[in-house]
């Protein structure tokens, strides 16, 4: 079955970077935009970054020129490199893939960026 394993969230310092990384199995991996989203405490779910299959990606507005998605389709391994890093960047973030009308949603990381 689809199923998508997130990693590599943590605490950091503000100004600082981390790399999370989203596993996929189950479906033609390299067939599939995936989505980050990010949910904050008290905050609705956002979409933080999608790739598509041929590579090209967009960026939520508060993340564009900090935030840099790619994809290792010989891995089926979602990478979100995340730089300057901010305190409002705070929030579990999640991978999405939706696969034969269906949604798939990971179980999310924790990132917490604070002094």
């Known amino acids: 079955q689809v199923q998508l394993v997130e990693s590599g969230g943590g605490l950091v310092q503000p100004g600082g970077s981390l790399n999370l990384s989203c596993a996929a199995s189950?479906?033609?991996?390299?067939?599939?935009?995936i989505f980050w989203h990010r949910q904050a405490i008290g905050k609705q779910r956002e979409l933080v970054a999608v790739?598509?299959?041929?590579?090209?990606?967009n960026y939520g507005d508060s993340v564009k020129g900090r935030f840099t998605i790619s994809r290792d389709n010989a891995k089926n391994t979602i990478y979100l490199q995340m730089n300057a890093l901010k305190p409002e960047d705070t929030a579990v973030y999640y991978c999405?893939?939706?696969?034969?009308?269906?949604?798939?949603w990971g179980q999310g990381t924790q990132v917490t960026v604070s002094p």
């Open positions: 999405k893939a939706t696969v034969r009308a269906r949604v798939y």
């Open positions: 189950g479906f033609t991996f390299s067939m599939y935009p």
């Open positions: 790739i598509r299959a041929d590579g090209t990606a």
